[in-house]
Each structure stands twice: as C-alpha cells, then as structure tokens.
C-alpha cells in the first residue's frame, strides 16, 4: 500500500470509504432489554445509557474535556504515554521483530488517547498496527474511527458498537474478522470506575494470551475515603457532570421538578471501607412517576432513589490485589502526581 511520510514517520494512504460500524450481538435489542431489565430490577440505569441517549455522547465530550486530567495536566498525558510504549514494547511476535498487531480499544471514547499511543509508538511499530474501537454508543465509535484516521491514514480498522455490560465475547469477534491470531494491546482506559468489576475483569482477562497486553487505567484514592472524599466529590458535581447526568433523566421523562440530584460517597469494602469506595450519583424522587425505559416499565415512588451514575476509587495496593486475584497479574503501574489516577500494564508470563 501506498504510503506517504508526515513529520518524519510513515503513513499508509486513506482507503477509499471509512469502515462501516459492526453491531455485536450483545448490543442488539433483545440482549439490550435483557441487560436493562436486570439493571432496572436494582433501580439502576445502564452505564451505557448515559453515552448512547441523544445528545449525550456530546454532554461527555464537554465534561471529559473540561474536568479529566488527561485533557487538563499534561504531566497525566506524559504518563499515559510512558505507559503506551511499555505495553506496545511488551507485545509478542513470533520472530521478535515487528509484526502485524491490534489495538483493541474498550470505551474507545473519542478516541484521543488511541491516536496518542499511536503517536507515541516507534514507526515501524506504528505501522504494523491494526485498530478495533469498541464502545456502546455508535457516535463515540465513529467519532474514535475518525480521530484515529485523520492522525493515522490508511490504519485497518474495525469499529464496533457493543456493550461492555453484557460480557460480550470479543475474542471470537477478533476470530471472525480474521484478527485472532496476531498479539493485541487491549486498552480499558476509563472502563473500572463506571462498570461493574467483577464482570469487567473476566471480559479482560478472556482476552489474555500470553504475548497480548492491558493497559487498564483506574481512578485511585491515595489517601483513602476520609481524607479524599472532599477532594474527589467536586470532579463530579460540577454543571457539567450534572448537565450530563439530567440529560439522561430528561431524556427519560423527568422534568427537574421531579427529583434531587445527590453526589455522595459509600465505601464498598468491609474489610477495607477506606481502601475501596464508590462516588454515587441518584436522582432522589419528589413524587411517584410512571416510566418507559427502552420499552421497560420503570414505576417510582416518592423517596425512590434510582442511581444514575458510580465511579469507583481504589488505592492502588487494593486494586493491585484485586487484579491479581481476577488471573491479571500487574506487570508495572504508573501513578500521576496526585495519586487520583493509575495506569496498570498487566500481562500473562
């Protein structure tokens, strides 16, 4: 394939038409209504619903920008990209030299930190690369396909909508399309805080081969809950978080008369409250309401707390442990500055 040298690295030339959005069965309506249901029945909304409601994926761009410090500290984008060329480096061929490879980007988002990577990459390295965005909402998708291409034309791409809820099995995915056999850096970059862990953990780790890669960032509470809580609280109680979160519940039918929106703190660990903690956000009901949620009936009373969005902190020997007990042993982790975020390369020996 034709390639062209910008900035001193190789690119391929842009194919003809950008890839089409593949749909894994997972995120297909009834497998969706499944999920929701059960989510419903524990007055939960689906973390995917605050990406793929209309508007919404918008609303997060406008809060990730503005309040995340990898868009805010340049020091945490100098740590992400530390983290990128360990994870890539780490990667294994069968000759030891550069081959053919798959970014396999879970929550791509949109898709700035998988330009990063690529960026940061040796180019002849960067160049064998494949790239698979994976997120439940279709806009992100294509809004990560499309950062990707503009900074990396001619890149193979596979883009697909799935949710990460339901545990979809994406290493047969990869068999399918033909990109089974080749080493993969799985990036889970902002996954562990909104879903739950357990599941999480066993959809990554069924993508572990030896040879393959994780990079799993996390959001940690280096001091723990008591001294960290007034510190942590206001990243997400802010207009923007909120315009987020009420542009979900609008979208559902509830006017801002209709409920409280409370930002809390609960530990999560018995054994360690202070060591394993959860940001909270409910709407808090005013009066009974009758809603339709994706077809499901959702019926309210007053003083009905239904959680509409959670963020996990961890210190980061608690989620090393966690990690290690899920078959995810950590090979290395970076700490920004604060403490507030960890990136985590895990690996098979």
């Given at each position: 394939m034709l390639s062209v040298r910008s900035a001193g690295r190789p690119f391929r030339a842009m194919p003809a038409a950008p890839p089409s959005v593949a749909v894994h069965p997972g995120a297909l309506p009834a497998a969706q209504h499944a999920s929701l249901l059960a989510s419903l029945g524990r007055r939960e909304l689906p973390a995917r619903l605050l990406y793929q409601a209309p508007g919404q994926a918008q609303r997060w761009l406008a809060y990730h920008d503005a309040c995340s410090p990898s868009r805010t500290d340049p020091a945490l984008g100098a740590l992400y990209g530390q983290a990128y060329r360990a994870a890539a480096a780490g990667l294994g061929t069968p000759t030891g030299m550069?081959?053919?490879?798959?970014?396999?980007?879970?929550?791509?988002?949109?898709?700035?930190?998988?330009?990063?990577?690529?960026?940061?990459?040796?180019?002849?390295?960067?160049?064998?690369?494949?790239?698979?965005?994976?997120?439940?909402?279709?806009?992100?998708?294509?809004a990560a396909s499309q950062h990707v291409a503009a900074s990396c034309p001619g890149l193979p791409m596979l883009p697909l909508v799935a949710d990460l809820e339901a545990q979809p099995r994406l290493a047969e995915w990869l068999e399918q399309q033909g990109w089974g056999a080749v080493p993969r850096l799985v990036g889970a970059l902002g996954l562990l805080p909104n879903l739950r862990t357990e599941p999480l953990l066993a959809t990554l780790r069924g993508l572990l081969r030896p040879g393959d890669a994780l990079l799993l960032s996390a959001n940690l509470s280096p001091r723990g809950l008591g001294a960290d809580r007034p510190l942590i609280l206001p990243q997400y109680d802010n207009p923007l978080a909120c315009a987020w979160y009420r542009g979900l519940l609008e979208h559902l039918g509830l006017g801002a008369q209709d409920y409280a929106l409370q930002v809390d703190a609960v530990p999560l660990a018995a054994d360690e409250p202070d060591a394993h903690w959860q940001v909270?956000?409910?709407?808090?009901?005013?009066?009974?309401?009758?809603?339709?949620?994706?077809?499901?009936?959702?019926?309210?009373?007053?003083?009905?707390?239904?959680?509409?969005?959670?963020?996990?902190?961890?210190?980061?020997a608690r989620l090393s442990a966690v990690l290690r007990q899920a078959g995810l042993p950590v090979r290395e982790h970076w700490l920004h500055a604060g403490g507030e975020e960890g990136v985590f390369h895990c690996a098979l020996p």
């Open positions: 550069p081959g053919p490879w798959v970014l396999l980007s879970l929550g791509c988002g949109g898709g700035r930190k998988d330009a990063a990577l690529l960026a940061s990459l040796p180019a002849a390295q960067a160049a064998q690369a494949r790239y698979a965005p994976v997120d439940a909402s279709a806009d992100l998708v294509r909270r956000v409910q709407a808090l009901l005013r009066r009974s309401v009758h809603l339709s949620v994706e077809g499901a009936p959702l019926a309210l009373a007053a003083g009905d707390a239904l959680q509409v969005f959670h963020s996990q902190r961890f210190t980061a």
